[in-house]
């Protein structure tokens, strides 16, 4: 039996052509941060609740661990402020951000700077972060939180 020249050809561009490819898209955790932080900052408490997992956990250095319907709780109560120009958000800044990716999940570090103002005037505050971040039906989501004050 001959083997047509081509036949092997094809088999080998195929092959190359239909290697696997990674399922999570990497390159989007970036734009999901930012687009995370930057609904924080405005307070856009829906594009959050699109962003965080049903079982979304979060910690920060000045109370107990809470879940998702308690932290869009305290969100709601500073949406207030905001709105109100009890506060005002500045800045919100991440740097010094380094990913680590696992499968459909990544631990996403960095730095914190927030400056805002009130009646008392302008405060800047610095926190070292540590999130998680699981991709799910096509999106990154951020599953859990924590935060500690840099003095």
């Given amino acids: 039996m001959k083997i047509h020249q081509s036949i092997p050809f094809l088999i080998i561009i195929c092959l190359l052509g239909c290697e ?4 999570v898209d990497r390159d ?9 932080n930057t609904a924080f900052s ?15 956990l979060h910690t920060n250095s000045s109370s107990p661990v809470i879940g998702k319907t308690d932290w869009f709780g305290y969100l709601e109560k500073r949406n207030k402020r905001l709105e109100s120009g009890e ?5 919100y800044a991440l740097d010094e951000t380094k990913i680590e990716y696992h499968e ?14 009130d ?7 610095q926190y070292r ?18 935060d500690g004050k840099i003095k």
């Fill in 20 to 23: 696997p490819k990674s399922s």
């Fill in 28 to 36: 989007a955790l970036l734009t999901s941060i930012e687009t995370f």
């Fill in 42 to 56: 405005e307070g856009d408490l829906a594009v959050l609740d699109s962003m965080t997992t049903s079982n979304y």
């Fill in 87 to 91: 506060i005002e958000v500045l800045d």
């Fill in 104 to 117: 459909n999940s990544a631990i996403v570090t960095g730095k914190v700077t927030v400056v805002t103002k």
């Fill in 119 to 125: 009646s008392l005037g302008t405060k800047q505050n």
């Fill in 129 to 146: 972060i540590t999130n998680l971040w699981v991709y799910e039906n096509g999106t990154w989501k951020r599953a859990g939180f924590h």
